[in-house]
């Protein structure tokens, strides 16, 4: 019996890693232009992705959704500034692989005109920040005293 229950706790830790690993990235929106976006709806490979409300002007904090399979082949990006609806469809000329894990950046550059970015990384949560790395020092034992030049 015993047997049995740690054979499904340990199936159940194998399903669970299989679900959270493989593709997903980072789907970020940024406004880096001087007008405010209201409306935003974003479509990969024509599937509703993401939508927001509302984006103020030069905003990018809080705009992001985490999305689990693989990149998308084409994207379209639906949005509204001022009384004006706009609309952009994306195809790369070259697909992001299938395991692709990141992040891909719609960016606003002004009222009408939008980019899209990607960039590949190890995962779209982990930040590679310089202080985020230890240093060769930490974590090595040291003895007051017994460290330093001679």
């Known amino acids: ?7 499904a706790f340990f199936m159940g830790l194998f399903l669970v890693a299989c679900q959270t690993s493989g593709p997903q990235f980072n789907l970020v929106l940024s406004n ?6 209201s409306d935003v709806e974003v479509l990969l490979d024509g599937k509703p992705a993401y939508q927001v409300a509302s984006l103020s002007a030069h905003t ?8 689990k399979g693989a990149a998308p082949k084409a994207s379209l990006i639906r949005w509204k500034s001022g009384d004006r609806s706009y609309e ?14 990141g992040h891909i950046t719609l960016e606003f550059k002004s009222a009408d ?15 590679l920040m310089p202080w985020g790395t230890p240093e060769e020092w ?5 003895i007051p ?6």
Not at 60 to 67: E, T
Not at 138 to 142: D, F, H
């Open 138 to 142: 930490e974590g090595a034992p040291s």
């Open 88 to 101: 952009k469809a994306f195809k790369p000329e070259k697909t992001l692989p299938e395991s692709f894990q």
């Open 1 to 7: 019996m015993q047997k049995n229950a740690m054979l």
């Open 60 to 67: 990018n904090q809080g705009n992001s959704k985490r999305i």
């Open 113 to 127: 005109k939008v980019l899209l970015f990607s960039q590949a990384g190890p995962d779209a949560e982990d930040a």
């Open 145 to 150: 005293g017994l460290t330093g030049s001679n």
């Open 32 to 37: 880096a232009s001087n007008a405010d976006i």
